[in-house]
């Protein structure tokens, strides 16, 4: 159980467009998602908080503008980063907490690059 | 201030030989949880352990054992008999329980374990 989808795990896109990234639960309710970035050969780093139905709390320093999350269901939130530009490219993995457990199911990531 | 600290950044070994990841975390809660993943090259995070802060009592999971001492805030972690599969980078993490903390991982640097033959 607690499987997290995560897709598409990589895209290419040029400068200048919208790349959207899907994490979905598959079997659990997600009440609470994370999105995290990391740069090659550096740790994880937390974006942005997001809970269903409410607006994402973003971590300081993270462009809400920029990258938008939006999770609009129990088994799904997104993150569109908008006009991409190529320090944009960065590894993005999503991480999903339910309520019935205290755990983090964390997706298989999407490596964004921006030409 | 950085909450969790991985000092050693890369860590290379034989293959059968013992290694061990260093962690030490900071933290004014007194509920706390604490995580390793590993992560291969792939970039998958892998669960490995979660550890609350009531239960110091050592893990062993196969080849696995982690070490939990409260008084120097540390959760160290041992690969017994490394295998080349055990090449990866490794992360200790920490999630606080303060209203605005709680949920988010606060992840270390990583260690990057090369385990050749």
């Known amino acids: 159980g607690a499987v997290v989808s995560q897709h598409p795990s990589r895209v290419i896109c040029k400068s200048g467009t919208s790349v959207k990234i899907e994490c979905r639960s598959l079997d659990f309710q997600a009440t609470t998602m994370f999105w995290y970035r990391q740069f090659p050969k550096q740790s994880l780093m937390l974006m942005a908080t997001?809970?269903?139905?409410?607006?994402?709390?973003?971590e300081q320093g993270v462009e809400k503008d920029k990258f938008l999350i939006n999770h609009a269901s129990l088994t799904l939130s997104t993150l569109t980063v908008t006009s991409a530009h190529p320090e944009d490219s960065s590894f993005y993995i999503c991480s999903a907490k339910g309520d019935s457990y205290y755990g983090y199911t964390f997706g298989s990531g999407t490596r964004l690059t921006v030409v | 201030a950085q909450k969790v600290t991985q000092a050693q950044t890369e860590i290379s070994v034989v293959e059968k030989e013992d290694v061990t990841l260093d962690c030490v975390y900071e933290t004014r809660d007194t509920t706390y949880y604490l995580f390793w993943y590993k992560q291969p090259p792939s970039g998958e995070l892998v669960f490995l352990i979660r550890?609350?802060?009531?239960?110091?009592q050592n893990e062993i999971s196969g080849r696995y054992s982690w070490n939990f001492q409260k008084s120097t805030s540390s959760f160290n972690f041992t690969i017994t008999a490394s295998q080349v599969v055990d090449s990866a980078v490794y992360f200790c993490a920490l999630s606080e329980s303060t209203t605005d903390s709680w949920g988010k991982l606060q992840f270390g640097a990583g260690t990057q374990v090369v385990v050749t033959p």
């Open positions: 550890r609350n802060s009531f239960d110091e």
């Open positions: 997001s809970n269903e139905g409410s607006k994402a709390t973003y």
